[in-house]
């Protein structure tokens, strides 16, 4: 497994243990040279439970993938999508 897809399957195995629908969490991450976006799909009614109460669970996630990025020396930013196809 490589350090980018280790990040990505972090991301996944935590917001799964969030969610109701496990099953409908898409997580794709498009990789640049220095930095990459980690994009987080749910469905449209778990995505209270990803963000959390005044964004906590959000801050959460992405405190945890800037400490794996800095470990990498890489920056990592993370996107929480609405996938209205649930």
């Known amino acids: 497994m490589t350090q980018e897809a280790a990040v990505k399957e972090l991301v996944e195995q935590m917001v799964k243990a ?3 629908r496990p ?3 898409v ?5 640049g040279t220095h930095s990459s976006v980690i994009e987080l799909k ?7 439970k ?3 109460k005044k964004g906590a ?10 400490a794996a990025g800095g ?3 890489k920056r990592y930013v ?4 609405e996938d209205r196809h649930f």
């Open 57 to 66: 669970h959000a801050q959460a996630l992405r405190t945890i993938i800037t």
């Open 50 to 52: 990803v963000i959390g």
């Open 27 to 31: 997580v794709t991450e498009v990789v």
């Open 78 to 81: 993370l996107e929480i999508l």
């Open 71 to 73: 470990k990498r020396k």
């Open 42 to 48: 749910v469905a449209k009614e778990d995505i209270g």
């Open 23 to 25: 099953e409908d969490v």
């Open 18 to 20: 969030l969610v109701d």
